[in-house]
């Protein structure tokens, strides 16, 4: 078994100790509610008494429910017109009565009663309100008013016509009332303000009251062994916000201080250490580490951001993204381990740190899949519902768990929905990142393997043998890599980019050379030139990929793919002719081992597909020796010392490479002539 070490270098600790010093700044100062409980089980400490007065929260689904009926009631809102009751009594006073001047005080009072309550116009179809009661605005000041309280048209002319009638008793009333218009005089004073009705109604929508009942100090809230009820529940997530929220820590700060220090210094020591077990190739590049502790820490200050706004806004906020942050550059193997220690902080910040935590794990866990398949224009929204999918079932659990009684969670399920689609509009940040820590994204690599890159299809043109035998190398470096868990796409555009400085002198080499060209390019040179002119692929190939902007992590291959191998073929001829032994240096590659399992892949490859051409023997036998024998020659040589790759992953790779040659060298049947 590989044995793990701790990497050497200073600048890793120097980070982490950074990192530490982040979380503890943002760690919460107040007290911890140390109790875990679940409605319909029993409660399994000792009796909790309320240490403080606090109030009693709605639920979310009471809250709603409050909204939804406060919503559908509207209560019409009124303007009372002095001006409008001034000219009625001023024409009460000019009406003509002659002979029945004693009328005239009973008219008046009428008309003042009347207009005392107020008169709103006759109901229609089209303006008739399903409401009992009314806002009245007078001297600006807004009296709620029953309806039935108030005159219309109609009532008041009933009411002013009884009135004269009670003091006039005659038969001769009604023609008296008619001749001299008396109901002529009787106008609306009460005028409907549709905007002020508006803004009344959106206010009391608005301002819902988030609490009902109130807890005193001392007040048991819970027994010890009381099975939580929903009552229960309720007062208990109400006390526990209000001690998180407002309880000091009332023990010597230091203490506070230490046992923060120690949260996030445990967060920080499991990052380091599912790195070191899972992808300890990250300490070897400093930029591949500085971008793990940023993505950590930048999502670590996020969340006591939101949560300090609002717990509720922690559902909005769109933690897959992390995942996809990290798996644009890394395989799964670091991306899961990093993107389960980067939720950590949920489960000390938020409220619902558990239903939070599982929520974010599986909408983070999909992301990771689903954007390897859906990941290009419009199908990038496909991937923001399966994230919401997972993310809303998991968030229904917690709901069924708690005994869902008529679902009203929308607002939650809301955030959800739109957390997962600024995961996938955000996403386009990994480009600047990309930029900023000098990173190659998987989306370089995968448009880098596009041969229409100006740099292979001057490979094509100018050395189309060594672009086929690299299209080859391209396709056995992918089998062998993800039969591993290797980095694909990597392996790919390594395998594909490594022999582009043969496009410089194709002649020299055999597999661009032809028949019709009549003489061998080493014809008559010495075999220390022609080892020269092949090694110089090499330094040549690294020219081309500097001007064609290849990134580093590409050119590796370039630089590696040969190690510091000799060219066995003129340095064989150069012994057996006399030539020095030990006079190796004009026939030695001076490139560097290779460093990581896809460039040591690559490499052997290379080797097995130039050289399996000159194989006579095909059959399932030779290929097993003779793959065999290149793989230990690679080793005697020392070329796999520096690489990652271990015994085991080295022997799975020669049994696929294997099966590899068998299906491309397979025998072919062979025709039979027609006979005459």
Request: proline fraction near 4%; charged fraction near 20%.
């Amino acid at each position: 078994m590989e044995r793990v070490t701790f990497p050497a270098n200073r600048n890793i600790y120097l980070l982490l100790l950074a990192l530490v010093a982040v979380l503890l700044v943002i760690m919460p100062r107040g007290g911890k509610f140390n109790y875990d409980y679940k409605k319909g089980s029993p409660w399994a400490y000792e009796t909790l008494v309320s240490q403080f007065d606090f109030p009693i929260l709605k639920t979310d689904e009471q809250i709603q429910s409050e909204m939804d009926a406060a919503g559908s009631s509207v209560i019409p809102y009124y303007r009372y017109s002095e001006q409008v009751v001034t000219q009625a009594m001023k024409s009460a006073d000019e009406i003509s009565l002659a002979g029945h001047e004693n009328l005239r005080p009973i008219l008046s009072r009428s008309l003042n009663f009347i207009y005392t309550r107020g008169v709103m116009p006759d109901m229609t179809k089209d303006n008739k309100n399903n409401t009992n009661v009314i806002l009245v605005q007078r001297d600006k000041r807004a009296t709620r008013l029953p309806i039935e309280d108030v005159y219309t048209v109609s009532s008041a002319t009933s009411k002013l016509i009884s009135d004269i009638k009670r003091a006039y008793p005659r038969n001769d009333a009604d023609s008296l009332i008619t001749a001299t218009g008396m109901l002529d005089i009787i106008t609306p004073n009460l005028f409907y303000d549709k905007e002020s009705t508006d803004l009344v109604h959106a206010q009391s929508v608005d301002y819902i009251s988030t609490t009902q009942g109130f807890v005193t100090a001392g007040q048991t809230i819970v027994s010890s062994g009381e099975i939580i009820t929903s009552e229960v529940e309720q007062m208990l997530d109400s006390y526990k916000k209000e001690f998180e929220s407002s309880m000091s820590y009332s023990g010597p700060k230091v203490f506070l201080w230490l046992g923060n220090a120690i949260i996030a210094f445990v967060i920080v020591l499991l990052l380091l250490l599912s790195l070191m077990y899972s992808a300890n190739e990250v300490f070897r590049d400093p930029k591949e580490f500085y971008y793990i502790v940023f993505i950590v820490a930048l999502a670590a200050v996020l969340t006591f951001i939101f949560e300090k706004l609002n717990t509720r806004l922690l559902y909005l906020m769109p933690f897959p993204v992390f995942a996809m942050y990290l798996q644009a550059f890394f395989s799964k193997r670091v991306v899961i381990p990093v993107y389960t220690v980067l939720l950590l902080p949920l489960l000390i910040f938020a409220h619902d740190g558990t239903e939070l935590f599982t929520i974010f794990m599986a909408g983070g866990f999909v992301a990771v899949f689903s954007y390897e398949y859906f990941n290009k224009g419009w199908s990038q929204f496909i991937t923001a519902f399966i994230i919401f999918a997972v993310e809303a079932l998991a968030y229904l659990g917690f709901k069924f768990i708690n005994d869902i009684q008529g679902f009203t969670g929308m607002g939650k399920m809301a955030f959800l929905l739109i957390g997962a689609l600024i995961s996938v509009a955000v996403y386009q940040f990994v480009y600047l990142f990309e930029k900023i820590f000098s990173l190659v994204s998987r989306q370089r690599l995968a448009d880098l393997c596009d041969t229409n890159n100006p740099l292979l299809v001057n490979l094509s043109h100018k050395a189309p043998g060594t672009f086929q035998h690299s299209l080859q190398v391209m396709n056995m470096s992918e089998a062998a890599a993800r039969s591993i868990g290797a980095d694909v796409t990597l392996a790919r555009a390594g395998a594909l980019y490594h022999d582009i400085g043969k496009s410089v002198n194709p002649l020299c080499f055999i597999e661009n050379q032809t028949t019709a060209l009549g003489k061998d390019y080493h014809e008559h040179l010495s075999y220390e030139q022609s080892s020269h002119d092949i090694i110089s692929h090499v330094s040549d190939g690294v020219e081309l990929a500097k001007k064609g902007g290849l990134p580093g992590i590409v050119q590796d291959f370039i630089t590696s793919h040969h190690g510091t191998s000799i060219t066995g073929y003129f340095y064989n001829k150069y012994v057996n002719e006399g030539g020095d032994p030990d006079n190796v240096a004009p026939f030695q590659y001076k490139g560097h081992k290779p460093t990581t399992k896809e460039q040591s892949i690559v490499m052997l490859c290379d080797s097995l597909e130039a050289a399996s051409r000159s194989l006579k023997d095909t059959t399932p036998e030779a290929f097993d020796k003779f793959v065999d024998n290149m793989v230990a020659s690679k080793s005697r040589q020392g070329q796999f010392d520096d690489s990652d790759l271990t015994l085991k992953e080295l022997e799975i790779i020669k049994k696929v490479l294997k099966d590899y040659l068998r299906q491309i060298y397979h025998e072919r049947i062979e025709y039979p002539k027609r006979e005459r």
